[in-house]
């Protein structure tokens, strides 16, 4: 079957590094990407892999290995606003294969 | 830009009754899908269209669920007859050309049927 497997729930504080990772396991792959959805919210779509190695986005970062089938999403001084749940999504024919969803939350 | 847009934004009705959820895409975009999203099942496909044409129903949960693509700036999922457990926010979003992503989520549907 096709999975991803990234943490239900992380904490952090205001202003530090947090990671969040993803394992997938897919008949296909066309890219990993990230979603952020705020409470109430849709998901907003914040970066793309296709090729191994990081991708930098402002405060975010994401980056992709093909050959472990891991990918992580990076978000650095983090703000109050970065609370929400993130998705890891990969692409396999012509969907979304989508992750449970980590839910961050940030302490002042 | 315009983003995907979906209507109506909520909607609350009674078990039995049709249901008919609307979208448009982004304009260019050639795929569209339509996902569920509740807190036990998570987001789930439901269907996808590519050219207007339904490429992949088989996330529709039973015949009740039905949906429609008749141009490139429009589509609909009825439900009928409405059942409580089909109670969700439903998340209608659009790609360019045959890619899968990104995918561009419209601020969705939350329906509530008693």
């Known amino acids: 079957g096709q999975s991803l497997e990234q943490p239900s729930e992380v904490t952090a504080v205001e202003g530090a590094i947090v990671q969040i990772n993803c394992t997938y396991q897919?008949?296909?792959?066309?890219?990993l990407s990230w979603y952020q959805q705020h409470d109430g919210g849709a998901p907003t779509f914040l970066s793309y892999n296709a090729l191994d190695g990081l991708e930098e986005t402002g405060r975010f970062s994401s980056f992709l290995s093909r050959s472990d089938s891991y990918g992580y999403l990076l978000l650095q001084e983090l703000q109050m606003k970065d609370s929400a749940s993130y998705f890891c999504a990969v692409g396999s024919n012509y969907q979304l294969i989508w992750g449970a969803g980590t839910k961050l939350i940030i302490k002042p | 830009d315009a983003g995907v847009i979906q209507s109506p934004r909520h909607e609350v009705t009674e078990m039995g009754q049709e249901v008919t959820l609307r979208c448009k895409p982004i304009s260019g975009h050639n795929s569209l899908f339509w996902y569920r999203q509740t807190m036990m099942r998570g987001l789930e496909l439901l269907i996808y269209f590519n050219n207007n044409v339904p490429i992949d129903d088989s996330g529709m949960p039973e015949d009740r669920f039905s949906a429609k693509m008749p141009n490139a700036s429009f589509s609909t999922l009825k439900i009928q007859p409405s059942e409580p457990r089909d109670s969700a926010v439903y998340f209608c979003?659009?790609?360019?050309?045959?890619?899968?992503?990104?995918?561009?989520f419209g601020d969705g549907t939350r329906l509530s049927i008693l």
């Open positions: 979003a659009s790609s360019p050309r045959q890619s899968n992503q990104p995918q561009h």
């Open positions: 897919t008949s296909g792959f066309y890219g």
